[in-house]
């Protein structure tokens, strides 16, 4: 059994920056593909990234602000966050996966719960 748990966190002006962690404990190698999702007050959850052996992809809408990172050695992958806005604000979960690089969170079996990223304008 495998699980996550975010931190990182919290409140952050316009144009500020963040790093978010996940760190997996349990069985990680049943697993290939780390990613992070978000979901803001009353809309679904989105992809934001993914990270799958050395390839990684994200969003458009953060490509070029965003960047996803992951430390096999210690089982931790990362989301630095810069050049924040509003819209930004939003729960961001860690999840995990099988296949190579899904941007679907069907796709995904294994979530954490998530920490609160809100951006001030």
């Known amino acids: 059994q495998v699980q996550l748990v975010e931190s990182g966190g919290g409140l952050v002006q316009t144009g500020g920056s963040l790093r978010l962690s996940c760190a997996a404990s349990?069985?990680?190698?049943?697993?290939?593909?780390m990613g992070w999702f978000r979901q803001a007050a009353g809309k679904e959850r989105e992809f934001v990234a993914a990270s799958w052996r050395s390839l990684s992809t994200s969003a458009d809408s953060v490509k070029g602000r965003f960047t996803i990172s992951r430390d096999n050695t210690k089982n931790i992958l990362y989301l630095h966050m810069n050049s924040l806005k509003p819209e930004d604000t939003a729960l961001y979960f860690c999840a995990a996966s099988a296949g190579p690089l899904p941007t679907k969170s069907a796709e995904y079996t294994t979530w954490g719960q998530g920490t609160q990223v809100t951006v001030s304008s």
């Open positions: 349990g069985q990680t190698s049943s697993f290939a593909t």
